[in-house]
């Protein structure tokens, strides 16, 4: 978790450093980039919503947890992660940042990898994880 909210302080940051390209470019990047902060923040909100009492600081499963499979969770397994990427890369594009979009690229990769151990943790406590893993994606809805 400490390391997850390094990464995020660390794009935050980079994208205060000053916007590396300007002019029409950078309109149509700070359009596409707001977008991706808004469906981002929305995904990581509906996944926080969905997941309900099951949500924990660790991505080790509780022991009362069950299998959500509805909601955002019909469409991708780790919402939260993949909308805080999505927003982490917005930001970049928002502010013209080549160190934000690279610190959302190290996000993107560290939410691969907690994702990874995460699953082989609910594949062991939820019989049917392995099914659900076939159907869902794993961090952005549409995004393999």
């Known amino acids: 978790m400490a390391i997850q909210g390094l990464l995020l302080v660390i794009t935050a940051a980079a994208g205060l450093l000053g916007p590396s390209w300007s002019g029409p470019v950078r309109a149509a990047t700070s359009v596409v980039g707001a977008i991706l902060i808004a469906g981002g923040l929305v995904l990581a909100f509906r996944g926080m919503r969905d997941l309900r009492h099951a949500l924990t600081p660790l991505p080790y499963p509780r022991a009362d ?7 955002v969770y019909a469409q991708v397994r780790h919402p939260i992660y993949g909308g805080l990427v999505l927003a982490a890369g917005g930001w970049g594009l928002l502010t013209a940042s080549p160190p934000a979009l690279a610190a959302a690229a190290v996000l993107l990769g560290f939410f691969e990898l907690k994702s990874r151990r995460e699953e082989a943790w609910l594949e062991h406590r939820f ?7 076939g159907r869902t994606r794993r961090l952005i809805p ?3």
């Open 127 to 133: 019989v049917g994880y392995a099914a659900y893993r």
């Open 65 to 71: 947890a069950e299998l959500i499979e509805t909601g």
């Open 142 to 144: 549409w995004i393999d």
